[in-house]
Each structure stands twice: as C-alpha cells, then as structure tokens.
C-alpha cells in the first residue's frame, strides 16, 4: 500500500530532539531535519500523499457540485435558479473560514475525510456563479435551439451539447480549486479539524515552520512551499493540455 | 526597390482614369499575413488603383477578397506584428507616401486628413460616453477647441448627419439611439476634422434595407457638400452602381476589374463580374437557376450561357399570367397557422407591465411542395413566428395546424413526433453547429434520437448520403465544422434538418450571412432540394430579392403585424400596403443596363 511505510517507520523512530540549528542542518539528510530532527525531505514525500488527496478529492467534489447546480439553474432558470441562488448567496454571505468551522463542528468527525466533506461542500460557489452565467449564455445559441429542434431532451442538450463547450471553465476551476483546497486544509489541521497532530501533511508542515522559523530553521518552509508549487505547476500544465486535447479547433 | 515595379505590373490591369489630380494613389499593394506556426498568407496581392479628388470609389468583392486589408493598410492600421507590406507596394496621399509614417506623422493625418466609417456602429462607439462627448473628443484632439465650443460643434454636426433634435442627443448615450442614428453620430465623428478622404468600410451592411438607402443618401449628400473623395468597400453591387463614379473589382486579395462604374456594369470584362453582377436572384431570374462563380469561371465565352440575356418581356410575363397556382384551390393544406401571437413578458415597474407584442395576428397556409415567404425588418417578429411554429418560443396565443393537429397544444411526448416531421435551418451557421461534435456526429445525433436506422455502421452510411445530397464530399465526415467556411456549414446545417425527412423545413434566414456566390449555390441547392423531396419551405428573410425568387406566397412583416399578404409575384409587380412600397424601393438596384 505505502512504498515508504517502513522508511517512514524507521526515521520516526531516529526522532531525538537536536535543539540547535547546526546539528539540524549538519546531518547527511538533503533538505536537513526540523526542530526535533526529522527528516525533511520525507516528511514532504510523506505529506504529499495527504495534501495531494484532499486538494484533488476536495476540488472534484466542490467543481462536480458547483458544475452541477450552476447548469441546472442556468438551463431552468425560474424558480430553480431562485433557490439556488438563495443557497448560493447564504453560503457566499458567511465568511469562508467561520463557515469551514461551522461545518467542521456540525460534522463533528476529524481526520482526511472530514476535511474533503468540508472544503468540498463550501468550495463550489465560485464554479456555480461561472457555471451558471455559462449556461445562461449557451442555452440560447443557435446550436442548442438545433439540438431542441432534432429532439435532444434536456438533459442531453445539459450534459452532451453545452457541457463539452463550457469545459474550460471547470478544468480552469478544478485546478485553481486543488490549490486553494491545499491551502485551506493548512487551516483545517492548525484549528485541530484536519489530519492529526501525528499526521504528516504540506499543511501541518506550514504550521511548524512559524514555530522553526523563529530558530532560524528555515528549509522545512521552503520545502513544503517547494513541493506546492511544483505541484500546483503540473496539475495546470496537465489541465491545460487536457483543455486543448478536448478542443477540436487546436491541431494535435 | 523600385526596378520590382515593371516587373509586377504585367499581372495588374491599368489604373483606372488618368486624372492629373489623384488624391490617393495605391500601386502595387501587397500584404503578407505571418503566423509563427503556419506558413505566411497573402491577404492582396499587387493592388492598384487611385482615388481622384472629390469622386467616389467603389471596392467591391466578397469576404477575403482582401478589400478591408487594402482600407487598413491605406489608414496604417494594420497590425504591425504580422502583417507584411511588400516593399515595392507604394501609397501616395496627396504626393506623399504613406507608408514609412511614424506614429506622430500618422496622429496629423489619421482623422483629420483620411477619416474612416466602420461596419458596426454599436462597437464602434463607446457605450460609456454621450455621443456628444464623443464627438467633442475628436474636436478638443484634432481641432484643439476648448470644451463647450467643442460641443456646440458637435451640436452642429449631429443636425449636419440628420439626427432629430440635436441639442438633446448630444447628451445621449450610444445604446439611446437607433442602428441608424449610431450610423449617423460615427459618420460625424468621421466628419469632425473635415477630412479630405473618406474610408467606409461596409458602412450600412449591418442596418435595415431601409434605413441603408437614408445612410446612402446622406454619405452622397455630405460627399458633394464637403468636397472629399470617398472609398467605399462594399460587397452589394447595387450600392455601387448607386453611389460610386469608379469601382475596382477584387477577388482573393487580386483586382479583377477596374474603370468607370458605367463600362463596368454595361460591358464587364471579367468572369467574376460578371459572375457577380448575375448570381444574384431578380425579377428576370425567377424561377431559372442562378449562376454560380464557378459557371462563370469555367464557362467558355459565347458557350451556353447566352441564355443569360434576359429579355424584360419575359419577366413581365410571367408576372401577369396568374397561372393559378395550385395552393389557392387546394383546402387542406399541410401547414396552416391561424392568428398566431406571441408575447414576450417584460417586467416594468411594479404597477405596470411593460409586455413587448412580438407577433400579432399571423396566418398562412403551406402546401406541400410550395415555398411561403416572410420578409420584413430587424425586428419585425419574422424570426420568432419560426421559432413558435416549432415550439422553440411558446406562442401566447393561436393555432398551428400540421394535418389538421394542432402542434401547439398538444404534449411534448406527442409533439416529439411531430419534430421529425418540421426542421429549420438557422441563419448563422458559425453558431448553429456544435463546435465539439464532428459532423459525423451532427448528422447521426437526429436520427439515434429518433430511431432512425440501426447502429453506427448505418447512421454513417446514411450520413454519407446525406453529405452528398448536400453536395459535399465523403471526407467531410469525420471534421470538425471549424474546418469548413460558411457556405459548406450552412450545407451540413441543411443535411442535419434532413436527416430526419422532414415534410417542412423552415429556413431562418438561412442564406443571409454567406457571400452573394455562395448564396447563389446555396438557393440553388434548396430549390433541388425541394424539387427531388417534395419539401415545404417556410422561407423567413430580410432580403426582398431573395424571398421572392424563392417563394410562391408571401408575407411582408412590419412591427409584429402582417401587412401585406398574397402572392409573391403579385406582390412584388404591385405592391399595395406603403410599407411594402417603400421596403421594395429601398432595395439597391443595379443602376445601370447591365452587359451580362
């Protein structure tokens, strides 16, 4: 299941607390050891496997919602499109983390899934705001009024016609998503919601680094910034060729 | 440089006139297009001719003729990141080249010494500003006046270009105003500095026949009050020979004709002008097969195609022999609409209801095999009485009767049936065509909906049919309709409504955005298309020339209402309802006895 399970094991084991800054960079690990001389360079692997599965599982679930209500009330309009937007306008009302906290205390259960619940069921507005203002837009060409005109059925005109013609926006939401879900799942785990105090993720890892970086250990930062934004770089590079790959008008 | 202009100048035909005073010389204009993954494109190639003070000149041709980039390059427009002028082009203004300006030389002749008319008025305008200080900008920039004699100038410039009350327009904004009055305020921008040279680049192609001949008629007026000169791009003949001393024909970036406006539409000398004078549908050419370029092209002089000589007696003809066409004896017709009327709700304030009456009182019969028109403006309600019949608006109110069913109040499961059974073609067929689906799958999504056929093996093969009935090739299957210009869209458009079978296909407008040739293959393609199937037409358009060569009765459409109603011919010989009179009096026509 984990390749680094038992590597893992052992360098939690090594654990003894240096306390100064020189013998934390003076071991033979490549980014040096935190405050109580763990490797850094593991924890970063090891915190990857966290970050990476709330940000991409909490982004899918937050870009799935928002896709699907901002279709539905585009497309209806109506009183279906009321509705949502008065569930839209309650969530967006409420500050972002008082109601990541609310739900997280509602909710009342710790660990990784939790925090994908939490980050996906407040992260969709953004993609429901843009979603709907699309299908508002498509629901009147011409090509979709043709696709009534041969009897495609609304849902089909929803899903088949409009959606592969809107999908830059979701991927373009998907990965701006995945980054801010990281990053909220930073404050998650520092308020005590998220992965636990003996989890390892890029987050945890953040909130270590205020208290490192006041004895001048400044790599373990550094590291887990690093592997974000490597991270980040590639799921845009990976969700931008996906966007060309679904467009017929680029030349593969 | 200049040893390269003998040797291009063999492929050019002569400048037009020789008259010693030329405001602007163009001489051997060519412009390359250059793009980093593709190989450079020739946008006009060895273009010449002169513009005389104080006479018009035509540019005439259709889309990537090349007539817009030749404006551009005239006006140092043309984006200087990948388009090429040839170092041997030359452009003199005035003795003065243009070409080598810099950017503080351009400011001093750009609007104020050449001014230019775009297409669109409501892009052109900034819909922030009153046009009042729109216009007063241009004055403060180029005439240095403070600004409230800047806009008591711009006061006397609205009234110059015709807009009603200009003390208070001044103070509008663009969205305030019509199409036509937009038209107008961008014309007095253009007027502002009291240009010597006048650039209008399609200047009426996006307003009403009607409105197009007021705008025509001040652009003459302020021509000959103004004494400047005049570059018209255009692609309607009609305006041409209307407005224009000298026209230079152009196709694919060349110039294919050059002269005096009278030779060149009494005695054309070229096949495309002559293609293009003669592909356009007119009372002669009722009920014959249009020429295409391509006839044109490759017809031999004095072949078969003497027969174009049209003799006006023969015209007249057939206008007087009622020949009793059938759709008057027959009852049962296969369409019949009755007093339909659609409202749009549009919420006022909150005591009144500002509802807007898109359509009042419509009824006609459509027999099988017969083409019914409808003409009218922008706006007139023609395009949603199409789209009520096949319930993509629902109607507020009355009956349309398929084989005596009524198709608006019976159920979606029930009418699903029915949608087989009436199609419609779109006007824009960039937009009708689903970017995402190749059209292979555009041609086999109707008939998987409907069951028509069995599997992929079957929907291909009848899509192959489909695809060549329409005249199109087999390879076209598996694209994208990007990949197609319009005039082959609008034929995949034509193959989907038919993919079905229908009995009537409505055609919105259908042949209004393609160029006058295409337009041609495209009518041409419909009416063998109705002969071979027996299809009904319900042909919606704003254009009179081409409805009435299309159609057997007609319906001309003002403000939601019917005014006039009857057969096509008759309607067109004798028009009774004044809308109507003054619809088809508006419509350009060719000014002088055509040669072709």
């Not at chain 2, 299809?535 to 001309?556: A, G, W």
Request: charged fraction near 20%.
């Amino acid at each position: 299941m984990d390749p680094i399970a038992a590597q893992w094991e052992s360098a939690q084991k090594a654990v003894k607390p240096s306390g100064d800054k020189v013998n934390a960079l003076a071991t033979s690990l490549p980014m040096g050891s935190d405050k109580w001389g763990r490797d850094v360079l593991s924890k970063t692997i090891k915190g990857a496997e966290t970050s990476i599965l709330v940000g991409l599982a909490a982004a899918l679930m937050a870009t799935v919602l928002g896709s699907v209500l901002g279709a539905v009330s585009g497309w209806y309009g109506g009183i279906v499109d009321d509705l949502s937007n008065w569930l839209y306008n309650v969530f967006h009302s409420i500050p972002g983390i008082l109601l990541i906290l609310a739900i997280a205390a509602v909710l009342n259960t710790k660990g990784t899934m939790a925090v994908v619940i939490i980050l996906g069921t407040t992260g969709w507005t953004g993609t429901y705001r843009l979603m709907r203002g699309e299908y508002l837009k498509h629901r009147h060409r011409d090509y979709v009024r043709a696709a009534d005109a041969i009897g495609a059925s609304n849902n089909r005109r929803m899903f088949v016609h409009i959606l592969p013609n809107v999908s830059h926006v979701i991927l373009v939401q998907f990965s701006l998503l995945t980054v801010s879900c990281i990053k909220a799942e930073v404050i998650l785990s520092f308020l005590g919601f998220g992965v636990p105090v003996d989890g390892v993720s890029w987050g945890t890892m953040l909130t270590e680094a205020q208290n490192d970086l006041l004895v001048g250990i400044w790599w373990q930062l550094l590291a887990a910034t690093l592997a974000m934004s490597i991270f980040v770089t590639a799921l845009s590079l990976l969700t931008d060729s996906l966007r060309d790959a679904l467009d017929p008008k680029v030349i593969h | 440089m200049k040893t390269l202009n003998s040797m291009a100048t063999r492929r050019t035909p002569p400048p037009i006139a020789h008259i010693s005073d030329n405001l602007l010389e163009v001489k051997n204009l060519t412009v390359d297009f250059i793009s980093a993954s593709k190989a450079p494109v020739r946008a006009v190639e060895e273009v010449s001719f002169v513009i005389p003070r104080e006479r018009t000149v035509a540019l005439v041709g259709e889309s990537g003729s090349g007539k817009s980039v030749s404006a551009l390059a005239i006006m140092g427009l043309l984006p200087s990141q990948n388009a090429k002028v040839a170092l041997h082009s030359a452009i003199e203004y005035d003795g003065r080249s243009l070409l080598n300006l810099t950017r503080p030389e351009w400011q001093l002749i750009r609007g104020s010494r050449i001014a230019m008319i775009f297409q669109d008025p409501m892009t052109s305008l900034n819909p922030v500003y009153t046009v009042g200080y729109q216009l007063a900008e241009m004055l403060r920039i180029h005439k240095r006046v403070g600004g409230q004699e800047a806009l008591s100038r711009a006061r006397d410039l609205l009234e110059e270009v015709g807009i009603p009350e200009p003390q208070k327009r001044v103070h509008a904004y663009p969205h305030e105003l019509s199409g036509g009055q937009q038209q107008r305020v961008m014309i007095a921008m253009a007027l502002a500095c009291e240009p010597e040279l006048l650039i209008a680049d399609e200047p009426t192609t996006a307003l009403d026949v009607t409105v197009q001949r007021q705008i025509m008629q001040l652009l003459a007026e302020l021509r000959e009050r103004r004494r400047m000169a005049m570059l018209f791009i255009t692609h309607d003949l009609g305006l041409v020979s209307e407005v224009a001393d000298h026209a230079v024909v152009m196709r694919k970036g060349t110039v294919r004709e050059a002269g005096p406006v009278k030779s060149i539409f009494s005695a054309p000398q070229d096949p495309y002008t002559k293609a293009l004078l003669s592909c356009r549908p007119s009372a002669e050419r009722q009920g014959k097969r249009l020429l295409t370029i391509d006839d044109w092209m490759s017809a031999q002089p004095s072949s078969g195609l003497v027969h174009q000589n049209f003799d006006k007696s023969d015209a007249s003809a057939a206008f007087n022999t009622d020949q009793g066409s059938p759709m008057h004896a027959s009852e049962h017709a296969l369409l019949e609409v009755q007093n339909l009327r659609k409202v749009f709700k549009r919420s006022g304030n909150w005591f009144k209801r500002d509802d807007f009456v898109a359509v009042e009182d419509v009824s006609f019969k459509l027999q099988r095999g017969q083409t019914v028109g409808l003409v009218g403006e922008s706006g007139s309600g023609k395009t949603t009485v199409g789209l009520c019949l096949l319930r993509l608006h629902e109607a507020t109110a009355g009956k349309v009767l398929f084989e005596g069913q009524n198709l608006l109040d019976m159920s979606t499961q029930a009418f699903a049936k029915y949608k087989r059974r009436l199609q419609i073609v779109f006007q824009n067929p960039y937009a009708s065509l689903n970017p995402r689906f190749t059209v292979g799958e555009i041609l086999s999504e109707p008939m998987q909906l409907h069951g028509i056929g069995a599997g992929n093996a079957d929907w291909e093969k009848r899509s192959l049919a489909l695809l060549d009935k329409v005249g199109m090739p087999a390879s076209a299957l598996k694209r994208y309709p990007f990949e197609f210009s319009g005039g082959q869209r609008q034929r995949i458009a034509i193959a989907r409504s038919l993919s079905l079978s229908p009995e009537v296909v409505i055609l919105d407008e259908a042949v209004s955005a393609l160029d006058v040739s295409v337009q041609a293959q495209v009518l041409n393609l419909l009416k063998d298309l109705q002969k071979d199937l027996g299809l009904s037409y319900l042909f919606i358009s704003h254009d009179l020339e081409v409805v009435r060569y299309m159609s057997d009765t007609l319906l001309v459409m003002n403000k939601g209402q019917v005014v006039e109603q009857g057969d096509a011919l008759r309607i067109y010989a004798q028009p009774q309802h004044s809308y109507t009179q003054t619809l088809l009096a508006a419509v350009p026509k060719v000014q002088h006895a055509m040669g072709v």
